[in-house]
């Protein structure tokens, strides 16, 4: 079921399926869709007894819109206020690409709140793009294009997006329900979020963290380059990184079933 959450005057989308268990996962997805991303996780692990709790990012989906707020401190501190609203407590966050920047801001700034166990998927951190000291990542550039095409052509922006997040095919019809999932978006909330990929860098909260950490890549990711998983790892002291050989930056749909069954051993181990 579906129901918001203020988080100080924002109004925050949450879908909360299978409530009464115990065994709980936040997940927080990327830039630029909302909590439909995980649909095929949402299919299958309630029935094996969890908890899917799906947060729709501040100006994504259909939280709240506004115009400032998308910097990963007010981010994670909207993710806080959902777990404090709904008592969380010894639960898995699982955060996909900006989404795992915002998990690992949250272990940071928030101390790792009721956070139990941590799953980063192709997750933009500890920098998306390159710096003078950090020589990973993407190209600064392609990031200023990007938010350039987003204030001019937003849904060619989109398609040309869409067209690199996944490696294996699909129909075209799932390239059409993946294009709408960024259209929900709002044009400056999606532009802000990719401003703050370049003015922001997760380093400290990346060695901040101590919860044991599933780190999960695919080999052919064209958004999030492979090495971040691999420093991630290193940063993290008790975390795992598995390489997922047929995925691109979305193996939650690529390899959504062998996905599901490294999240599940992760948990109950």
Not at 217 to 237: A, R, T, W
Request: charged share 20%; proline share 4%; hydrophobic share 40%.
């Amino acid at each position: 079921m579906g129901y918001y959450v203020d988080v100080n005057g924002v109004n925050i989308y949450v879908e909360d399926l299978n409530p009464q268990s115990k065994k709980v996962i936040v997940f927080l997805h990327g830039w630029p869709g909302n909590h439909n991303l995980f649909e095929y996780q949402f299919d299958k692990l309630p029935a094996m007894g969890y908890r899917c709790i799906g947060i729709d990012t501040r100006g994504f989906g259909k939280s709240d819109k506004p115009y400032n707020g998308y910097d990963y401190g007010t981010l994670a501190d909207d993710v806080r206020g959902v777990v404090d609203a709904l008592g969380l407590k010894d639960f898995t966050l699982a955060g996909h690409s900006t989404g795992g920047s915002m998990a690992v801001k949250y272990m940071g700034r928030h101390k790792g709140y009721g956070v139990k166990k941590l799953v980063l998927i192709a997750a933009a951190a500890p920098s998306l793009i390159k710096r003078p000291d950090f020589p990973y990542g993407v190209d600064e550039n392609s990031i200023l294009q990007t938010i350039e095409d987003t204030y001019n052509d937003r849904p060619q922006m989109l398609r040309g997006f869409g067209d690199r997040f996944l490696f294996q095919h699909t129909s075209q019809a799932f390239s059409d329900w993946f294009f709408q999932l960024g259209l929900q978006a709002a044009g400056w909330a999606t532009a802000e979020v990719a401003k703050t990929w370049i003015r922001e860098v997760l380093f400290n909260e990346l060695k901040s963290i101590n919860v044991p950490t599933l780190i999960i890549q695919g080999i052919h990711d064209k958004i999030v380059p492979m090495q971040l998983s691999e420093i991630q790892h290193k940063y993290i002291k008790n975390s795992k990184l598995v390489l997922m050989e047929f995925s691109g930056h979305g193996s939650f749909y690529d390899q959504k079933d062998e996905f599901n069954d490294i999240l599940v051993k992760f948990i109950e181990s």
